[in-house]
């Protein structure tokens, strides 16, 4: 059942008719700058984790649990004060201030406690800003093309997830094994992000100043019949999704990869995440987000099976890294685009803040099964485990998704 929101007001600051809104591509600018520190952190952390800091894949999995989950603690609030106050602006301003000062953070971090501790301030970080952030991406576009505006930016965004890697890259190869350079780097991008949401992103405001949203009506519509089966799906598939990093461990173990050249794989996933991301946020505006969103997690099911196989080499792991690619680029911004047309104006960012934590949690459940299950079985016999259970999970998922599955027109 879909909420109307046909009461919007025919104008909103930074809001253009038949084309992508200033505000997006500007948060895009913000969140391409944040990816280049993040995915330069990101693209090191598995290695530096279990080669300098000596955790095994089960401390691993504990940690990348905390990286895919711990920000589910504050996403509902995040989207929560955005939908209260009406101006997310500053709540993502908040959200991405912590994620910039836990990149210099890392340099003193060297013991698992306090690794933790820092890993976990990032990721509280980015769940307190991507509600608010989506958000305003979502007040300030043409609802028939919300695919298209969340395809722009998740493009922005993944420019910065290849650059980032990159840099890391360099860095390596430069000075080998000089991981902080990689974080100081890092915090000196996101800055300069921060300082782009400060200075040039506009504080709109989401919705009427009078429409005061309480808690009350939140829960009313979090609960409701229209947002309950996309939440219960996007739970089953997320525990079933195993992270990147084990992804590209599973890889670098079969191929005996160097440490200097893992970063790559980064870059081919983001790569083709850049390519495929604006296509189908259009694809999902015209036959059906929900069916897209479903999409993708084939071929994150595909990656799953090339990766656990035994052939190895360039052609596999070029295909694996396509695959993961395309599944983000069919999931990542097609699912707030989906849950902002199943809600409010007045709870849109508390709806896609929710499908956010369901994502976040499931994905925490799923680090620690998958970490626990690599070392009862091995990499290539867990992620075969997964594919089986995913494609189990597929059906399932759809069915619930499909009452939701209306492209943009016939929603709107």
Request: proline content about 4%.
């Amino acid at each position: 059942m879909y909420v109307s929101v046909r009461d919007r007001p025919a104008a909103q600051p930074g809001r253009t008719a038949g084309r992508v809104a200033t505000t997006v591509v500007l948060l895009g600018v913000v969140s391409m700058f944040t990816d280049v520190s993040s995915e330069m952190v990101a693209a090191v952390l598995p290695l530096y984790l279990t080669t300098q800091v000596g955790l095994g894949y089960l401390a691993y999995g504990f940690v990348d649990g905390l990286y895919q989950g711990v920000s589910a603690v504050v996403r509902i609030g995040g989207g929560y004060a955005a939908d209260r106050n009406g101006h997310p602006k500053w709540i993502a301003v908040l959200g991405y201030g912590v994620s910039a000062l836990s990149r210099i953070a890392l340099l003193p971090a060297h013991g698992f406690a306090t690794i933790v501790s820092v890993i976990s301030a990032d990721r509280l970080g980015k769940g307190l800003r991507t509600a608010p952030r989506d958000a305003l991406i979502a007040a300030s576009s043409d609802p028939a093309q919300l695919g298209r505006a969340f395809g722009v930016h998740r493009t922005l965004d993944t420019i910065g997830a290849v650059l980032g890697p990159l840099v890391a890259f360099a860095l390596l190869a430069m000075v080998p094994g000089s991981y902080d350079s990689v974080f100081v780097v890092s915090f000196a991008f996101a800055i300069v992000g921060l300082a782009v949401l400060l200075l040039f992103v506009p504080n709109m405001r989401t919705h009427a100043a009078t429409a005061r949203t309480g808690l009350r009506v939140v829960f009313r519509e979090l609960a409701g019949k229209g947002l309950r089966k996309p939440l219960i799906a996007t739970a089953i598939l997320g525990v079933l999704t195993v992270g990147d990093g084990f992804l590209y461990l599973s890889i670098q173990q079969r191929d005996d990869l160097t440490a200097s050249l893992f970063p790559l794989l980064y870059v081919g996933t983001n790569v083709a995440y850049l390519a495929f991301a604006l296509p189908l946020g259009r694809l999902a505006d015209r036959v059906g987000r929900a069916r897209v969103f479903v999409g993708g997690h084939v071929a994150l099911l595909a990656a799953y099976f090339a990766a656990g196989g035994q052939f190895g080499g360039i052609a596999t792991t070029v295909l694996v890294l396509l695959l993961l690619g395309t599944y983000y680029a069919a999931t990542d911004g097609v699912l707030p685009a989906l849950v902002s047309r199943l809600v409010s104006e007045q709870t849109r960012g508390s709806g896609i803040a929710a499908a956010q934590t369901v994502v976040a949690l499931s994905r925490f459940v799923s680090a620690l099964a998958f970490g626990s299950l690599w070392v009862l079985v091995g990499r290539g016999n867990a992620l075969l485990i997964v594919g089986v259970l995913l494609a189990a999970a597929l059906p399932a998922a759809w069915m619930l998704l499909r009452p939701s599955d209306k492209p943009a027109e016939a929603a709107a």
